[in-house]
């Protein structure tokens, strides 16, 4: 089969590419609204570009109606975010603050999450997270009626069973994350990994 995501295609594109570029990990991301209430939303077109700077980034498109999104709206006033990340026992509660609230209402407040203090920036973290990555705003691209967030990770919190201050990584095995699949409610677990050596 050829699709044809310009064309014939095209008001698929969505499901087509969401369903093939999988597993996507998960940003849960906090962000301040002028009125002190703490946003927060899951974004899955987001990743890691690079580690010298570190950097990330994440993509809210707009609404149907053309507007953008909260985060979106309070990154750009506040020049930072924290992206909390997921694990299978936060999956449920990170889906149900994907509803559209309005937007001076907390879904930190109407899911009874608890947030923390962030270290660098004014923007709290959620608690619970196994771990969370304070950024400061590096740039906004706007991509048609999507736009890609740009964040200098400033600081990471993770939990202390997960960091081995000996080999100073990530247990990677003690972190259960878990990425979206196929759009809209797929997910997946992470916790059959496996081990390719690469070449010298
Ligand atoms: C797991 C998951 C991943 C999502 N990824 C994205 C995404 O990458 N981009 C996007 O615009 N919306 C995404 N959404 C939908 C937003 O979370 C949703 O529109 C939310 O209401 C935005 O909240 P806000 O207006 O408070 O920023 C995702 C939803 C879920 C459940």
Redesign the pocket.
Known sequence: MKLDLLHEHADRAYPILAALITP?P??W?T?LHENGKV????????NMIGDDPPMLM??????EDGTP??????CRRTGEFVVNLVDEPLGEV??R?????A?DLS?TESEGLATSASSTIATPRIAQAPAALECKLHDIWELGG?RMIIGLVQCVHVRDELFDPVTLRIRAQAYHSIG?MAV?DW?CRTDDQYEMKRPR
């Open positions: 996507r998960i940003a991301v962000t946003n927060a939303a899951p974004f899955s077109f987001f994440f993509c809210p498109g707009n609404r999104k909260d985060t979106a709206r309070n990170m889906v603050t994907s509803a559209s609230l937007e879904e999507n979206r809209p997910y």
